[in-house]
């Protein structure tokens, strides 16, 4: 296990119990309705899980680093209350040593009746790093070598992250305020399309606008990170051969396994990585599941890891879980119309089949875990684990974050 250096320092405890109003969450690691899983290894795999942790660098290309409310009847409460809690305790015991963290509930509501407001996700991000900058654990990500220095201290880079960027509006230089403010990747669009390109939940994608032109070429100035995973297949396709720096697909599944729109085609796979992009499996609810395990648990997360090694090798897969620290189904069902979950209904069925939680890939920590002990009792190298859980986001990044 890694010696993580973590003082027990809790969300805003810079504050009194009177400046603001805070909704409990769960004592233990964010597990909700879920039961604890653990991957079982002998004790020689053991080992050698210990060993690759020790000694490679394990990024999450997506993940919600947030406390959900233990009553989720408080969520738009919450929202509303602007300060989403850290799960620092729970980071601490987990074997991340960077995470590229999508903020909160932005999308959703804030302020106004619909989300993806400038205000509101400028708010979001500043509370967020605020609440940061009270205490020495994790840190804010700028450079790859945050990235290291992390994972030699002991410590966590955060990586400030927003999954579109329809909140700039029809303003070019609020890409330059987001970089300004600490912002490290942004997608292209939210499932709704939105004036740079269509999002997946769309009937017809028209693709990439001539202002989705624009802003591609602005990102790969700023040295800016893009995600597609929201986007629609033919926006995606426009995206990546836009960019003139790789385009990453941080959150997605294989629609070669289980043909939802929520995952994505073959075709756009194969531009992502050849373009020298990665491709992380998500493990969310109600998303990566297969034909073999339509239940979805950590099994069918591999499914997709599987199908995706197969169709573009090792060099191109990460790892996005998507996960936050409480009820994640849950939340999926008190705020369903804001994730546009008809996306994520398989070809020719009219309901998604619902999991109470996802076994094995709860939550951060879970997932950090499981995932490496998952690769480990599947017989993988360590070169190519060490590929999988960050060596492979790291070759990216250090060529899209260029000074």
């Given amino acids: 296990m890694k010696n993580k250096k973590y003082s027990g320092y809790k969300s805003f405890d810079y504050l009194d119990e009177k400046d603001y109003t805070h909704f409990e969450t769960d004592k233990e690691i964010g597990w909700g309705n879920a039961e604890p899983y653990e991957v079982r290894l002998s004790q020689a795999e053991e080992e050698r899980f210990k060993k690759i942790i020790e000694q490679n660098i394990v990024i999450s290309l997506h993940d919600h680093v947030m406390d959900l409310p233990k009553d ?94 329809t909140m700039i509006e029809n303003e070019l230089d609020r890409l330059d305020v987001l970089y300004g403010l600490g912002v490290r990747m942004l997608g292209i669009a939210y499932s709704d399309a939105n004036l740079l390109g269509s999002g997946l939940n769309e009937d017809r994608d028209a693709g ?26 033919q926006t995606s396709l426009d995206v990546i051969e836009a960019s003139s720096k790789p385009v990453f697909i941080t959150h997605a599944g294989a629609r070669g396994v289980w043909d939802s729109k929520r995952m994505k085609p073959d ?60 009820d994640h189904s849950g939340l999926h069902d008190a705020l369903s119309g804001g994730l546009s979950m008809g996306a994520f209904i398989k070809k ?56």
């Fill in 72 to 165: 989720m009847g408080q969520m738009i409460p919450a929202i509303k209350e602007g300060r989403a809690d850290t799960g620092y305790e729970a980071l601490s015991k987990s074997c991340l040593d960077a995470v590229i963290d999508n903020q909160t509930m932005y999308f959703l509501i804030g302020a106004y009746k619909h989300g993806w407001k400038w205000d509101d996700c400028v708010h979001d991000l500043g509370m967020r790093l605020c609440d940061i900058e009270h205490q020495d654990f994790v840190i804010q990500c700028k450079e790859v070598d945050d990235i290291i220095k992390a994972h030699n201290e002991g410590r966590i880079a955060f990586i400030p992250a927003f999954e579109a960027c």
């Fill in 208 to 233: 990439l606008t001539n202002f989705g032109y624009k802003a591609v070429e602005r990102l790969n100035k700023l040295g800016m990170a893009i995600d597609v995973s929201h986007s629609g297949d």
């Fill in 267 to 326: 075709e756009v796979i194969l531009a992502c990585t050849r373009k020298g992009g990665v491709f992380g499996i998500e493990a969310a609810p109600h998303t990566t599941l297969s034909d073999k395990h339509p239940e979805q648990a950590i099994e069918s997360f591999f499914d997709h890891f599987r199908y995706v090694v197969d169709l573009v090798g090792i060099d191109h897969v990460g790892f996005g879980p998507d996960t936050m620290y409480g």
């Fill in 348 to 403: 020719g069925a009219t309901e998604i089949p619902h999991v109470p939680y996802v076994k094995g890939l709860e939550n951060p920590t879970e997932c950090s875990h499981n995932i490496v002990k998952y690769l480990v009792k599947s017989g993988y190298s360590d070169q190519d684990i060490a590929k999988a859980i960050g060596g492979n986001a790291i070759r990216v990044l250090k060529e899209v974050w260029y000074k």
